[in-house]
C-alpha cells in the first residue's frame, strides 16, 4: 500500500488525468439507460473536484444533471435513483444535484456552494446543446453577479483562516482546508474566472505552480496510505511522506520545512488577491484610506492600507533603518504592500549582511518592540526573510516541528502567537482576564518581556533535550550586540531562564503548601519578576493552541502568582493564618470537634461559609452513611464528598468519576481525628454530560454514594466505558518521580504518562495497596498526556526509600 501511495503522490497530475478518464468512461457508460428512459433532453455535467478533473484516490464524484423546465424534474426522480445506484455499484462514491438551466443561473444566497461548484463545470454526456446553452447563461450570470460570488466567496475565505487562527504553522495541518492549502488555491483559480482585470491572480496562480504540485501530492499519498478521504497530515504520515514522496528520503523536520515554504508562498498569493479585490471596495473605505495615507513619511508612503518603500537605498541599506520600517508598521498596525516584500527579499542577504556587520541597538529594538502592535511588525519581519537576519539563532526554530499532542503550532509561530498576547492584554482587548489585563498595565518596560519571549524558546532549534539552556545562550550572544544596560539584561535572562518555573508549580505543587511559596521566592527577587513571569507563562500557555489556557488554567496561575506576591511582600504568615479560633468559624454546636484534626491548610483554603457547608454534609453523613455533593464552579465541577474513612476511598471516587467520562483537574483529601474524611475534588466534564442532561447530576451523586457504600463494584463500571480515540502515533511511556524536599510533611509523587479513563483510579488503587495515605493530589491533562502528583504519607510519615521502590514498580505497571 505504501508503494502504491507513493506512486500516486510522486505524480499526482497523471494520476488525475487516469481517474477522470476512468471515471469518464463509468459515467458514459451507466448514462445510456438514464439517457434512453428519459424522453426529454437532460445533460450531465462534471462540477466541482470532477468538473476541474482533480479526483484525488476518494474524493466525491460531484454530478449535475441538467433539465430543461421544471416539468422535466418529477419525471426523472426514478431515472436518475437508478442511475445513482449504478454508479454506487461501480465503486463511485456519487454526490449528484439534479436542476434546471434556469435554476442554475439564478442567485441563490442560501446555495452559494451551488454557483462555486457550477465554476468548475465540464460536459459528460447527454444533450451537448442543453449544456452550451447552461454554458451562456452562466457565462452571463457570472459576469452581473461577479461583485457578489466574488465578496462571498472573500468572506468564506476570511471565515476559513480564521477558523485556524491565520496561519500555516499548524503542527498537523489539513492539507484541503487550512490557510496556503488546496482551498486557497481553488480561491486563487475561482477569481481568476470570476474578475474582469484577471491579471494580478493569474499572476498569483503561476507563482504558486510548484506548491499547487506540491499539495496535490500530499493530499493523493494522504489519501491513498489512509484508504479514505483523509486531509490531516498527521505525526505518522509526516515521517511515511518524507521517507516515501521525495526522489530521496530526507528527515520529516526538513520535509515539513519544504510543506511551511509552500504552504506560505499559497497563502500570501491568496492574501495578495484577497487584497486586490478588497481594493474595489466602497468610497467611504477608500476615504479611511486615503486618511490613513497620510501617515506616509519622507522614506515611506502609505497607499490602499500598504506600507510602500519610497526610497530602497536609505530604507534598507542598515539594520537601524530596517527596524525603523518595521516600528512604523507596528506602531499603525499597516502590512507591507506585496511590492514591499518583494524589494526586502530581494535584498535579504545585504540586510543579513547589515545585521551582522552592524547590528541595530538596543534602543533601536527597544522602540520596535514597545509598539502596540509588536507581534503584527514581527509576523512582517517573519514573511519577508528580515527575523532570521535580525534574531542569532532564529533561522533554526523557523517552520520548526516540535512534535507532542498538545502544541498546535511551529516553534516559530507559537512565540508570535504568544506576543501577540501580550499586545491584547497591553491594548486592554479581546476577551483576557481582567486581572491579567490591570497586571500587564503595571509593567514598567513591556519591551524586556516581548524580547524574552521572543527568546525564550529559541534553544529549541540547537538544544533540543535543554532548550532553556539554548535560548539563554542566543540570547546572550543577542543582548551583547544591542549593547543594553545590565538591568536589562539581566531581566530578560531571568524570564528565558524561569520561563517554566509557575507552569511546573501549576501542573506539579500543592500552591497552599507553605513550601510551594518559600519555593516561589527562591527563584523569584522582585515584584516585577514575578509580573513579568507571571504574564509570559499566561501568553506561552495560551499560545500553546486556542484552547490552552482554559477558565480553570487563568484561575490557578492567578492563584500561583497570589502566592508568590503574598510571600514576597510577607503578608502571608503563619502567625496571621494560625491565629484564627476555630470557634469562631462557625456558631453549630460540633463544628469545633469535626475540625479537630484537619490540617491548619484547610482553614486557610476555606472561608467561614464553606467550613460551615461542610460541617452540614458532615450532618448528612451521620445520618446516611455518607454525603455527595456535585456544583458546578467557572470552568469546573466541584465534587464534595465527607465519608468514614477506609482504605481506598479516593481511589473508588476517582473511578466513578472516571465511568461518567469526567477529567479530574484537581483533588484534596482531609481528615479528622474522628476518622471523618472530607475530599473536594474538581473536574472537567469533556462531553458537558452534566449541562446538556440536568438529571445526571443526580445520578452521578448516586453512583458515588453507592461507591462508597459497596453496593456497586468500580471496576464493573468501568469496564462499560469504553475508552477515548487517541490521535497521534506513539504512546507516551509513564514517567514516575519521588521528591521528599517539596513538602514539610509528605512525599511528593509526580507521575507523568498517557492520560485514559481510569488511570488515577488504578494510580490511587496502587498508592492504596501499599498502605499509603493520600493527603492531596494535583492533576493536569495536556492533551493526552497526564501529569498526577500524589502527596502521601506512610503511617504519618514521608516514604522512605525501599517504598518507593515499591511504589515505583507499582505505579509503572497501574500506569502502563
Not at 22 to 31: H, I, L, P, Q, W
Amino acid at each position: 500500500m505504501s508503494g502504491d501511495a507513493a506512486a500516486i503522490g510522486r505524480d499526482p497530475l497523471s494520476f488525475f488525468a487516469r481517474r477522470t478518464a476512468f471515471v469518464d468512461s463509468v459515467v458514459r457508460t451507466k448514462a445510456e439507460s438514464l439517457l434512453q428512459a428519459v424522453g426529454s433532453p437532460i445533460a450531465i455535467a462534471a462540477v466541482g473536484g470532477y468538473g476541474r478533473s482533480e479526483l484525488f484516490p476518494f474524493s466525491d464524484i460531484d454530478l449535475l444533471i441538467l433539465a430543461e423546465n421544471e416539468p422535466d424534474l418529477a419525471r426523472l426522480k426514478a431515472p436518475v435513483a437508478e442511475f445513482v445506484r449504478l454508479l454506487w455499484d461501480s465503486g463511485l462514491k456519487v454526490s449528484q444535484s439534479v436542476r434546471t438551466v434556469g435554476e442554475c443561473s439564478r442567485l441563490n444566497e442560501q446555495n452559494i456552494e451551488l454557483h462555486i461548484s457550477l465554476l468548475d463545470i465540464r460536459f459528460i454526456a447527454g444533450a451537448l446543446e442543453l449544456f452550451e446553452a447552461l454554458r451562456q447563461r452562466l457565462h452571463e450570470f457570472q459576469q452581473q453577479q461577479s461583485d457578489r460570488l466574488i465578496r462571498r466567496l472573500s468572506e468564506m475565505a476570511q471565515q476559513r483562516h480564521s477558523k485556524f487562527q491565520n496561519t500555516v504553522y499548524h503542527l498537523e495541518p489539513n492539507v484541503k482546508e487550512a490557510p496556503g492549502t488546496i482551498r486557497d488555491i481553488h480561491l486563487l483559480n475561482w477569481l481568476g474566472v470570476l474578475l474582469s482585470d484577471k491579471a494580478p491572480v493569474l499572476e498569483a496562480i503561476a507563482e504558486t505552480d510548484a506548491a499547487r504540485r506540491f499539495l496535490y501530492s500530499i493530499r493523493c499519498f494522504l489519501h491513498a496510505v489512509s484508504g479514505r478521504d483523509n486531509n490531516l497530515l498527521t505525526f505518522e504520515q509526516q515521517d511515511e511522506a518524507a521517507r516515501l514522496l521525495p526522489e530521496e528520503p530526507i528527515s520529516a523536520e526538513g520535509w515539513m520545512r519544504m510543506y511551511y515554504r509552500h504552504a506560505r508562498a499559497v497563502f500570501q498569493s491568496g492574501v495578495r488577491a484577497l487584497e486586490f479585490v478588497d481594493a474595489r471596495q466602497s468610497s467611504l473605505v477608500r476615504q479611511f484610506r486615503d486618511w490613513r495615507g497620510r501617515l506616509s513619511t519622507s522614506d515611506l508612503t502609505v497607499s490602499q492600507n500598504r506600507i510602500l518603500i519610497r526610497n530602497p537605498a536609505a530604507t534598507l541599506g542598515s539594520s537601524e533603518s530596517v527596524l525603523g520600517l518595521f516600528r512604523f508598521s507596528a506602531r499603525h498596525a499597516i502590512p507591507l504592500s506585496w511590492d514591499a516584500q518583494r524589494r526586502i527579499r530581494g535584498a535579504n542577504a545585504e540586510i543579513a549582511a547589515a545585521f551582522c556587520k552592524r547590528p541595530a541597538g538596543y534602543k533601536s529594538w527597544r522602540d520596535l518592540l514597545s509598539q502596540p502592535h509588536t507581534g503584527f511588525a514581527l509576523r512582517q519581519m517573519q514573511e519577508s526573510g528580515v527575523l532570521s537576519a535580525a534574531v542569532p539563532g532564529w533561522k533554526t526554530v523557523e517552520s520548526l516541528v516540535v512534535r507532542d499532542f498538545y502544541h498546535r503550532y511551529t516553534v516559530d509561530e507559537h512565540t508570535l502567537v504568544a506576543i501577540d498576547v501580550i499586545d491584547g492584554l497591553i491594548a486592554r482587548g479581546g476577551s483576557f482576564p481582567a486581572r491579567f489585563r490591570e497586571l500587564a498595565l503595571e509593567i514598567d518596560d513591556p519591551a524586556v518581556l516581548r524580547l524574552a519571549i521572543l527568546l525564550h524558546d529559541i534553544g529549541k532549534g540547537t538544544t533540543p533535550g535543554d532548550h532553556v539552556r539554548g535560548s539563554l545562550e542566543a540570547a546572550s550572544e543577542m543582548l551583547a550586540a544591542l549593547g543594553g544596560n545590565e538591568q536589562t539584561d539581566a531581566a530578560v535572562r531571568f524570564l528565558i531562564e524561569h520561563h517554566l518555573d509557575l507552569s511546573g508549580v501549576m501542573n506539579g505543587r500543592d500552591p497552599d503548601d507553605p513550601a510551594t511559596a518559600r519555593y516561589l521566592t527562591s527563584r523569584i527577587g522582585t515584584q516585577e519578576d514575578l509580573r513579568r513571569l507571571t504574564l509570559l507563562t499566561y501568553a506561552d500557555i495560551s499560545a500553546v493552541n486556542p484552547a490552552a489556557m482554559t477558565p480553570w488554567r487563568a484561575e490557578q496561575l492567578w492563584r500561583v502568582y497570589s502566592i508568590a506576591q503574598k510571600q514576597l511582600t510577607r503578608e502571608l504568615s503563619e502567625d496571621r493564618i494560625v491565629s484564627v479560633v476555630v470557634p469562631e468559624a462557625g456558631g453549630q454546636p460540633g463544628l469545633a470537634a469535626f475540625l479537630e484534626g484537619f490540617p491548619m491548610r484547610y482553614l486557610r483554603t476555606n472561608t467561614k461559609e464553606q467550613i460551615a457547608h461542610h460541617f452540614s454534609l458532615e450532618e448528612k453523613r451521620r445520618r446516611d452513611g455518607v454525603a455527595v455533593e456535585i456544583t458546578h464552579e467557572p470552568g469546573a465541577h466541584l465534587a464534595t464528598i465527607v465519608a468514614r474513612d477506609q482504605p481506598g476511598l479516593f481511589a473508588s471516587i476517582c473511578g466513578a468519576l472516571a465511568s461518567f467520562g469526567m477529567d479530574i483537574l484537581k483533588a484534596e483529601a482531609s481528615s479528622n481525628r474522628c476518622g471523618c474524611v472530607l475530599d473536594l475534588i474538581r473536574f472537567a466534564d469533556p462531553m458537558r454530560t452534566l449541562e446538556m442532561n440536568p438529571g445526571e447530576t443526580e445520578r452521578l451523586q448516586w453512583t458515588i454514594e453507592c461507591v462508597l457504600k459497596g453496593v456497586i463494584e468500580v471496576p464493573d463500571l468501568l469496564r462499560r466505558r469504553r475508552p477515548r480515540p487517541r490521535p497521534g502515533s506513539a504512546r507516551l511511556q509513564p514517567s514516575i518521580r519521588f521528591n521528599n524536599d517539596a513538602s514539610d510533611g509528605s512525599t511528593l509523587i509526580e507521575f507523568i504518562g498517557e492520560d485514559r479513563p481510569g488511570l488515577l483510579f488504578d494510580l490511587a488503587t496502587a498508592l492504596t495497596s501499599a498502605e499509603c495515605n493520600i493527603e492531596l493530589v494535583l492533576v493536569d491533562t495536556e492533551a493526552h498526556r497526564a501529569i498526577d502528583v500524589f502527596y502521601v504519607t506512610q503511617n504519618g510519615v514521608k516514604v522512605d526509600a525501599e517504598t518507593q521502590a515499591e511504589l515505583q514498580a507499582r505505579l509503572k505497571l497501574a500506569g502502563a
